[in-house]
């Protein structure tokens, strides 16, 4: 990222909130609290995860807390027996939280859906049931495309329960990046909805599944089940297709929940890395949910009348650690809204805030930049003050947007989190609690029991106030347990940076207080509105125009999204430049990849800045972009 007017501004942001007195009084970690579990951790880190693990029911008890006996592949809870289901879901049936709210839901359209535990339960036992009779089985892999509906999470859940591994693909993806998806994770079934409601119109969601199951992927998957949803025709495949209804209308309310080890697969979740290919991040039961249920309660301080409302779709690992299994874990009530943010007015997730009496809302700096254009004439139409903490999450937000966020939404009384974590590490790793002090920019702090330090590339510790590379220097219990089908490229994380410490592929700075400021990424992945997305796959995704020679793509400064993808195009001989091509290659990136994938600007090159080796220098073409010195050439050739 290279947000030059963010990066300088948070250079200088000096300001500190602390949180009111009263908020100290009634959290549920309190500072001497937080203390203690800080010293606790550093002192048996094993012991304090101990703890953590108690706090959630297993089937039996773990051998070992950590068995480390073959780094980087680190095994936690060994020989520990568990279902997350169990905790998220069929635990709550025994206590007062059986009739308590579990999700509450809102379609774009404006109605509504709303689930107590006890009906969550028996939704998806009936589910589970339906999964098995059409033959799923412990570990079979299921694709998940679905927009967020109840039946997403309900989908999510009895996969699980019955011991099989899900994997969700945001419905934004194109059909070719679900085909991929679907091969590469040799799925025997897709989820998915006939269509859901966008910013006004109806996506057609089954189309795009049966357009990514042709060809060479026509036999991919065995069975296909359909949410109906926005009522739209669809083409059901005789013996492979079947309505989500029809499957569940017979089945029993009861299901068993599948004794799985702790190191068995959850679900797998596809995010973009350095090269074309996205990998397969996989998270086993045990430790996932001893790492979220603990940073969860400990960020978000959840209290009984909670309620809690994470607007990331179920799509990206944010959807799963804070919609799903993260709030359920904690016994609080969950929302969800299927739609557009600014449909059918810029009003609307101040509406849903009002109407529902959201407590904690944790989003994107994206959508608050989204917001603020519009400024605070919607905001002070609602009654807001249900609202205690705030959050954010996936890339930096600019002390104004914060600051925007803080007071016109959250009052100045509510302590704004920002969060730090990824796909990778599951769980939340550094972030402020209600009762830190905060600067503005800042994710504050590593959390308990997660050890981190920004260093140079040889490992070093870098001064404070210099940027460097953020390493994870322990490992953490809602670690990825490994990369679908590529254990090297698992591996590279704690190759990069000397030590066999874990390297995040951001770079940060800490200052003299120890406070983390997250600079960005340290590599070719782009944070487009807080989603990753790779140059490489870009780059092979223009490469598959038949215009396109060669294709080079850089991020640049967007003042909504953050970063947005700049394409540098060396087209085919005989091929001219035109705007019209311009706008095709834009739509054909569209179609490849969905659109996730923005590409803000095009510009067609007769040759590209190269090392020797003939590598594409994309450093030059950003620092000319950005009209940053160039560095010194010589060295750069030598790549
Ligand atoms: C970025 C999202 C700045 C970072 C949970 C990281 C952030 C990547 C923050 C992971 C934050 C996430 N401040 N940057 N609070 N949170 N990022 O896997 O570059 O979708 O490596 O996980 O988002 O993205 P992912």
Request: aromatic share 10%.
């Amino acid at each position: 990222m290279d947000q030059s007017g963010t990066l300088d501004s948070l250079l200088q942001e000096e300001r500190v909130f602390r949180p009111l007195p009263q908020l100290v009084i009634e959290a549920n970690v309190n500072p001497q609290e937080l203390e203690a579990a800080r010293r606790q951790a550093e002192t048996d880190p094993l012991g304090y995860w101990e703890e953590a693990a108690d706090e959630l029911d297993w089937f039996k008890k773990w051998d070992q807390v950590l068995d480390d006996s073959n780094p980087p592949f680190y095994r936690w809870f060994a020989g520990a027996r568990c279902n997350v289901v169990y905790n998220a879901l069929d635990r709550h049936i025994e206590t007062g939280n059986k009739n308590k709210l579990a999700l509450i839901w809102e379609g774009e359209p404006g109605d509504s859906r709303k689930y107590t535990y006890y009906e969550l339960y028996r939704e998806v036992n009936r589910f589970s049931n339906a999964l098995r009779s059409l033959g799923l089985g412990k570990g079979d892999r299921v694709v998940v495309y679905m927009p967020p509906l109840p039946e997403t999470l309900i989908a999510m859940l009895a996969i699980v329960k019955l011991g099989a591994v899900h994997s969700v693909v945001y419905a934004g993806f194109s059909a070719k990046a679900l085909r991929s998806r679907i091969r590469d994770a040799e799925a025997k079934m897709v989820v998915t909805a006939d269509g859901f409601y966008r910013n006004g119109r109806v996506i057609k969601l089954k189309n795009t599944v049966d357009e990514a199951l042709v060809g060479a992927c026509s036999d991919c998957v065995d069975s296909m089940v359909v949410v109906h949803r926005a009522k739209v025709e669809v083409d059901m495949v005789e013996g492979r297709d079947f309505w989500y209804e029809d499957l569940i209308r017979q089945e029993r309310s009861e299901s068993p929940t599948e004794v799985m080890d702790a190191q068995d697969p959850l679900f797998m979740l596809y995010t973009s890395g350095t090269t074309g290919q996205p990998k397969g991040v996989i998270h086993a039961h045990g430790g996932y949910m001893v790492g979220v249920h603990r940073t969860l309660g400990q960020v978000f301080d959840i209290k009984p009348t909670d309620i809690f409302w994470c607007t990331a779709d179920p799509g990206w690992i944010t959807g799963h650690s804070s919609v799903v299994y993260g709030p359920l874990m904690a016994g609080t009530t969950t929302v969800m809204y299927e739609g557009h943010p600014l449909y059918p007015q810029a009003d609307r997730m101040w509406n849903i805030v009002a109407k529902h009496g959201v407590t904690v809302f944790y989003t994107t700096p994206t959508l608050i930049r989204m917001l603020m254009r519009f400024g605070t004439q919607y905001p002070k139409r609602f009654d807001l003050t249900s609202l205690r903490l705030l959050g954010t999450v996936g890339e930096s937000i600019s002390p104004e947007a914060w600051l925007w966020f803080y007071k016109n939404i959250g009052r100045s009384e509510c302590p704004l989190l920002d969060t730090w974590w990824q796909t990778e590490t599951g769980m939340f790793m550094i972030s402020p609690l209600p009762i830190s002090l905060l600067k503005p920019g800042s994710v504050t702090r590593p959390l308990p029991g997660i050890e981190a330090a920004v260093v140079d590339k040889d490992g070093k510790p870098a001064p404070p106030g210099k940027g460097g590379l953020l390493v994870l220097t322990r490992p953490w219990p809602a670690m990825m347990t490994g990369l679908f089908k590529d254990e090297d490229r698992y591996k590279e994380y704690w190759q990069q940076v000397p030590g066999g410490v874990y390297f995040a592929g951001d770079v940060a700075k800490k200052d003299e207080d120890g406070y983390y400021w997250i600079q960005g990424r340290a590599d070719d992945v782009l944070n487009i509105a807080g989603h990753r997305i790779g140059t490489a796959e870009l780059e092979n995704a223009f490469g598959a125009h038949r215009a396109v020679s060669e294709a080079a793509v850089i991020g640049v400064p967007d003042r909504i999204k953050g970063e947005v993808a700049k394409a540098f195009i060396l087209l085919n001989p005989g091929i001219e430049p035109s705007d019209d091509l311009n706008k095709e290659l834009k739509r054909h990136i569209k179609n490849e990849l969905g659109p996730v994938a923005v590409v803000k600007s095009i510009e067609f090159r007769d040759s590209l800045p190269r090392t020797r080796s003939g590598k594409i220098m994309r450093r030059v073409l950003k620092a000319q972009e950005l009209g940053q010195d160039v560095g010194d050439l010589t060295t750069l050739e030598a790549d």
